[in-house]
């Protein structure tokens, strides 16, 4: 019987990451949104006017794959580029449509959030407490 590999924090954190991205892509696709266009869509909110290309920088993504999923999501009625038009920059914003559509995801990652704290409710709070502590630093 060989012995398990040794304890890695890095390992666990991608681990649990990848199970946790692969619940939230679930909630996601009825909504028909994938979790680069929910993460794009939260830029845009918090930073109406953003450009492709700071979107793109946020985001760790390419212009161009920023443009090809905001041209996605401004079809889908959720953005709108009101300067949208060749050699002018972009000033992206999100829509009604596009804040409703937040609303219903906030819903689902809460329930997500919810049933992850009840089942795991150590890993919860020594989360919570990370997060106040490294927050707490940055000040």
Do not use: C, N
């Not at 450009?51 to 996605?72: C, G, K, N, P, Y």
């Not at 709070?125 to 490294?134: G, K």
């Amino acid at each position: 019987m060989s012995e398990p590999p040794p304890f890695s924090p890095t390992v666990m954190l991608l681990t649990v990451s990848r199970v946790w991205e692969a619940a939230l892509a679930e909630a996601l696709r009825p909504l028909g949104l994938t979790t680069r266009k929910y993460g794009l869509l939260g830029h845009i909110r918090g930073t109406p006017g953003i450009s492709f290309s700071e979107l793109a920088r946020r985001s760790r993504i390419t212009v161009q794959s920023a443009h090809t999923a905001v041209t996605s999501l401004a079809e889908a009625g959720l953005v709108d580029d009101g300067t949208a038009h060749a050699g002018s920059a972009s000033s992206l914003q999100i829509t009604a449509a596009g804040e409703a559509l937040l609303g219903r995801v906030a819903t689902e990652v809460d329930r997500l959030d919810h049933d992850f704290a009840a089942r795991h409710p150590d890993l919860t709070e020594a989360l919570r407490a990370h997060m106040r502590s490294v927050l707490a630093e940055g000040t």
